[in-house]
Structure formats: structure tokens, C-alpha cells
């Protein structure tokens, strides 16, 4: 099922990691604790209850078999207030269907010897809510981060279906007319599907065509998903992976491949046209969920910390929901069947390929709560874990000051990352003992 790879790429240590972020500061604690990997995961969910885990705070809730560790202060991020150098970012479009143009983000390109870093939105949401990742790390790598087809600035730039006069005249006339709500589909669109498996495609093509080397890929919700899947698809593009608060699932429809005989009882999976009762309940649903009101209570939601600043996302939440497409994309996108694999079967295809995993997870995340995290510890137990809080579904954005993203990648314990700034985002020496001896490990399995 899987391509298998020559190269072994091997990820050592099965640490759990807790993160908290200290208000009113400038900086973040990390601390750790050893010996979780042979136990279940109401187990883990009981002994790492605590924020913070160290000699003086948390203990409580340690296993016997528990290492304690000192606290390790993590650098803020820079400040472009107080006169901080920040990295340039740069919007581009990158055609790669007809009439179907990627939009995505990049810095640091300058950097030609460093790490490309590919950064994978959740659903919803785009390249903008990578920017603190964009302009930190782009002062030191190479990052990317697109938009998924069918979201963000990703959207057609036509409507993908036509109208008959009568369909016109019922909806009505101007600039309010919703594309996609058509009943007939333009030449170009008539296998449009905003699936997974399109996005799997969308990014292949894009590091093969833009990128043009392997890649770190970190992806948050849809995005650590996303990545997931890609990883276990074309191992040989991906340098590892960091999940953040992914889903361990997407999709609702059987996928026809997998479930030939199941999926045919579903005549409808998110192609264009879209029928006709469809069309109505996707007008009626957009009305209420593209409203400000409830964009700002999903915002509310899960984000953990309401001091965190979301005015930025929230406007360009609600500048992609303003573009005529965005109704439409949406109920593609809710129909599109599930992807060939799922999420665990993805997992499984990456560690068969030696691909590193790191896990970043928010623990105060309604969604994916960090039990999730903990059942993919289980079946990576050599991954890294992270659980930071407080925290929400997106952690690299609503606590960026732990570099959440970086920090993992680093710890995926390949030199060009691990050399470039151990020192700077690892300052304890007992950290960069365990980084050596983890790439004494390394080396001594490849």
C-alpha cells in the first residue's frame, strides 16, 4: 500500500513534553517526563494533568516511573514594536489547474542553505494564520504556507457552474449571486471536488514544482492531517512531520475506491453542480455561519487564552467568506468523500517509511482534545509530544512565544535543523545533552 524508502530517517527519544505559558512574560516553560510509551492512554491522560511538570510544580500527578526535569525557558518571539528584526513576507499565486489558482505565503527565501519548512492550514482558515511563523522563522528558513484549493485566497476566480435564466431570475441579479450554485458545471470544474485527496495532490505539486526539495511539513486541525496523509503517500518529499491539534478524522461520505459498493448509494459527493436541495440548504447554512457574530464565537471558542490578539484572523476569516465561491466550496467540501486512508493507516504508512513524527498539542482544545494526541503517542511512542497551555485548538498561534512549530521540528533530530539553533531555543544543558545523545543514537541505526 505504501512506497517504502531506502534512506531510514529515524526520530529517537519518547519523551512527553508539557508547555506552559507564563502570563505577563515574554517566555515559556518546557518541562519533561520519561517512561510513557508502554502505557495506555487514560494512564497518560491521568499523570500529565498538571501544566508544568518539574521538581516544585505538578508532581503530583507523576507516575513513580517519572523523571522529573528543571524548567526551560523558551525565547519570545520577535517584536517588530520594540525594533526586533522580523522576516518579509511575501504574497504569490501559483497557477496550477485552469482557473484554479494557489495562493500562498513565503519568507526567508534568501536563506538558500536552510531548512524548507511547508505550513498546512486548518479548515477555514489560510496562510494568514501562519504569519508569526512566517516572520520568525523566516529570518533563519526557508517557509511556505498555502492556501488549500477551495479556501482561503485559494478560491475559483470563476463560477464554476453556469446559470439558466430561470435559475437567475429565482436567486436574483448583481454582485450577491453565490458561484457554484449553478446548474450546470463549466468544462473545467466538472470533477472539481474539494476532497483530501485533492489537497494531497495540491501539495505534491506544490513542493514538486515550487519548492522543488523534500520539505518539513507542519500542519494544524485539517492542516496536521493533510500532511499526515501526504506523508504516507510520497515519503520521499517529506523530511518529517509536526502535528498540531491535527483531526484524526475528515470526511463523512464512504470513499469510492475504498467502499466501491457503499459510496454508490450516495449519488451526490461534493462535485459541481450541486442539486438543487443542496443548493438551498447551503444558502440558508451560509447566511448564518458567515455571519461576524458566529465567526467570533467559533474564535471564542478555540482559542483558550481571550487575552490572545484574533483581530487579524478574524478579518481575514471574513474577507475569504465575502468571495462569491466561499458558499459554495463549503458544501463541496462537507460532501467530498473521506480519503483513501485514514488517519491511523496514514500514521502507520509514515513510521513504515521512518518518517519523523512530532506532536504538538493545546490542552485546553474543545475539538481534538489531547487524548487524541496521546492514542498517536501510543502508536509512535517514539515521537516527541508537547502539551502547552493554556492552549487551544490553534497553539501555534495563541502561544507562538514557544515557537511551537520550530521547537518540534528540531526535536525531529535531523542535523541541519538540530545545528542551526539548538542553542537558542534549547539553553539547558541538559536538553542539549539528550539532543547529542539522540543523534549518537541516530546514527548508529542509519
Partial sequence: MFPRLKERRLCSGSDVYSVTKNKNQRSCTVASVKGVDSVDSTLLSESYSSDVVDGKVGTQGVTSRGISVPKVMIPSLPSEAKGDAVAVIDSCLWEWKPKLNVHYEKSGCQNVNSAPIL?????????????????????????????????????????????????????????????????????????????????????????????????????????????????????????????????????????????????????????????????????????????????????????????????????SILEVTEHPAAAASLASIMFAPQGQLNFKEALTGCRMNNVPVCLIYGKEDPWVTPIWGLQVKRQVPEAPYYQISPAGHCPHDEVPEVRSSYLAIHLLLTFDLVCQRAFSLLPSLHFLFKLCMYMQKSLNMI
Fill in 119 to 315: 505550513f498546512l492550514p486548518g479548515f477555514g482558515v489560510g496562510s494568514f494564520h501562519y504569519e508569526k511563523q512566517l516572520k520568525d522563522l523566516g529570518r533563519d528558513n526557508r517557509i511556505w504556507a498555502l492556501d488549500f484549493i477551495g479556501q482561503g485566497k485559494s478560491l475559483p476566480c470563476e463560477d464554476p457552474t453556469s446559470r439558466s435564466k430561470r435559475l437567475d431570475e429565482s436567486v436574483g441579479d448583481g454582485n450577491n449571486v453565490l458561484w457554484g450554485l449553478g446548474d450546470e458545471a463549466e468544462p473545467w470544474a466538472k470533477e472539481l471536488v474539494y476532497s483530501i485527496d485533492l489537497w494531497r495532490e495540491q501539495v505534491r505539486y506544490f513542493i514538486e514544482e515550487v519548492i522543488k526539495e523534500p520539505v518539513y511539513i507542519v500542519g494544524n486541525s485539517l492542516g496536521g492531517y493533510v500532511a499526515l496523509y501526504f506523508a504516507a503517500y510520497y515519503p520521499q518529499l517529506v523530511k518529517g512531520v509536526t502535528l498540531l491539534n491535527a483531526t484524526p478524522f475528515w470526511g463523512f461520505l464512504p470513499n469510492p475506491v475504498r467502499s466501491p459498493r457503499l459510496s454508490r448509494l450516495f449519488p451526490w459527493a461534493g462535485t459541481f453542480p450541486l442539486p438543487s436541495n443542496i443548493r438551498k440548504l447551503t444558502e440558508l447554512v451560509w447566511q448564518k455561519i458567515s455571519a461576524p457574530e458566529s465567526i467570533a464565537e467559533v474564535l471564542k471558542q478555540v482559542y483558550a487564552d481571550h487575552t490572545t490578539k484574533v483581530d487579524k484572523v478574524f478579518s
